[in-house]
């Protein structure tokens, strides 16, 4: 950074990347809530609870898009779908949130 045009604080400046950051953290966060697997609405499909795991690890981080781990594996049934929910952590930047997966692909829904 040399040759300063404007004169704009160097506060006003880190405030205003600021504010952009944190706007792009969330829409980056919505976007991943609209994913597949990002609500209980669109669950993936997988065939057997095994694979949950593996994809959950598969889906980088929604905030920084670092590596997550997976911190739990739930169970649920919600009406009559039979949902997997992986709660992963990133351990980079300690943004949590669920994956939700369906099992029994391939039947009809
Ligand atoms: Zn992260």
């Given at each position: 950074?040399?040759g300063k045009k404007k004169?704009?604080?160097a506060r006003a400046q ?96």
């Amino acid at each position: 950074m040399t040759g300063k045009k404007k004169p704009l604080s160097a506060r006003a400046q880190r405030r205003e990347a600021e504010r952009a950051a944190v706007k792009h953290v969330r829409d980056r966060e919505r976007l991943a809530s609209l994913e597949p697997g990002g609500s209980p609405e669109r669950p993936i499909a997988i065939t057997s609870a095994s694979e949950v795991e593996v994809a959950a690890r598969g889906m980088p981080c929604a905030r920084c898009s670092g590596e997550v781990r997976v911190d739990e594996h739930l169970a649920e049934t919600v009406g009559t779908s039979r949902l997997r929910i992986a709660r992963v952590v990133c351990p980079a930047c300690g943004a949590r949130r669920s994956i939700y997966f369906r099992l029994g692909a391939g039947l009809p829904n």
